[in-house]
């Protein structure tokens, strides 16, 4: 079965940063897309960055653009999520999500979920 595992998050100073990480097992590289989200407490779940695997095109909400990066090693099935100058304000659960085409159709898949705390 199919699934996803973040990690890397925890609690850092304004400023610092942090490489989220989310491994695919149970998957074989093909047509897929994976976005982070993230939720804060109180609010909607939010889509923070997002890159396929038919070209290295991404997507970054205006509120991360220059501060955060997401990239891919397909040899690894890893994605990768790295955060720099951060701010209490993105204090979240980040969530790893996969949609991915397994033959017969396309299929969803979300991870547990890693806690990102900015703060002095």
């Known amino acids: 079965q199919v699934q996803l595992v973040e990690s890397g998050g925890g609690l850092v100073q304004p400023g610092g940063s942090l490489r989220l990480s989310c491994v695919v097992s149970?998957?074989?590289?093909?047509?897929?897309?994976i976005v982070w989200f993230r939720q804060a407490p109180g609010k909607e779940r939010e889509g923070v960055s997002c890159?396929?695997?038919?070209?290295?095109?991404?997507y970054y909400t205006d509120s991360v653009k220059g501060r955060f990066t997401i990239s891919r090693d397909n040899a690894k099935n890893t994605v990768y999520l790295q955060m720099n100058s951060l701010e209490p304000e993105d204090t979240a659960v980040y969530y790893c999500?996969?949609?991915?085409?397994?033959?017969?159709?396309?299929?969803?898949?979300w991870g547990q979920g890693t806690q990102v705390t900015v703060s002095s």
């Open positions: 890159i396929g695997s038919s070209d290295d095109s991404t």
């Open positions: 149970g998957f074989t590289s093909g047509d897929y897309k």
């Open positions: 999500y996969l949609r991915y085409w397994s033959g017969f159709g396309y299929r969803e898949r």
